[in-house]
């Protein structure tokens, strides 16, 4: 499997780094695309994973300005596109097709081949162009995530709730991830392990 990773500008660079771990650990080929958003945010969060972490998790990294990579071509095939977070920037270039930087472009082609395209966002609240940014890409066939984790599998530590996250996005493109306790599954409840 083959999947293009984006990271945007937005706060939760530690949900991108669980799930560049996890595709990794599954033998994922990924390719990361980092936009210079990004790189400030991780900047501002001094005590998150910064660029080192997250390059060092990926088989191939694409500067968001090269226009002539692999990814930004339809030709080059891959299973889809995730792009986690997704900053409100980053979310209204691809409701519109405006594709004037590899991430965003990535994501173009990711929806024009038809490919999945998943959508992590972590803004709150949500203002009324940006829902409608939603409902456009939700309209162009991708699909919203919130990086919002369940806590019916009464998680201990922050970890986990990351954990949570990552494997429900990695649900979307029918990946398994290790240790993931779905709802009702035994073990997956606290009342279910007394």
Not at 166 to 173: G, I, P
């Amino acid at each position: 499997m083959r999947l293009v990773v984006g990271i945007s500008g937005g706060s939760g660079i530690p949900y991108a780094h669980g799930v560049l771990q996890v595709l990794k650990d599954l033998n994922v080929e990924t390719h990361l695309v980092v936009s210079s958003g990004a790189k400030r945010v991780m900047t501002a969060e001094e005590s998150g994973p910064q660029l080192p972490d997250l390059t060092a998790l990926a088989s191939q990294v694409h500067e968001d300005r090269d226009l002539a990579a692999s990814v930004a071509s339809g030709s080059y095939r891959t299973d889809g596109m995730l792009i986690i977070p997704c900053s409100a920037g980053t979310l209204a270039k691809v409701a519109h097709g405006l594709a004037d930087n590899l991430l965003s472009r990535a994501a173009h082609v990711t929806l024009k081949e038809r490919r999945p395209l998943v959508l992590v966002i972590r803004e709150d609240p949500l203002p009324r162009p940006m829902l409608l940014n939603l409902l456009a890409v939700h309209d162009a066939g991708a699909r919203v995530m919130t990086a919002s984790p369940g806590f019916y599998h009464a998680p201990d530590t922050v970890a986990q709730l990351l954990h949570f996250v990552t494997a429900r996005v990695l649900d979307q493109f029918g990946l398994d991830v290790p240790g993931f306790r779905r709802w009702k599954e035994p073990g997956s409840t606290p009342e279910a392990e007394q």
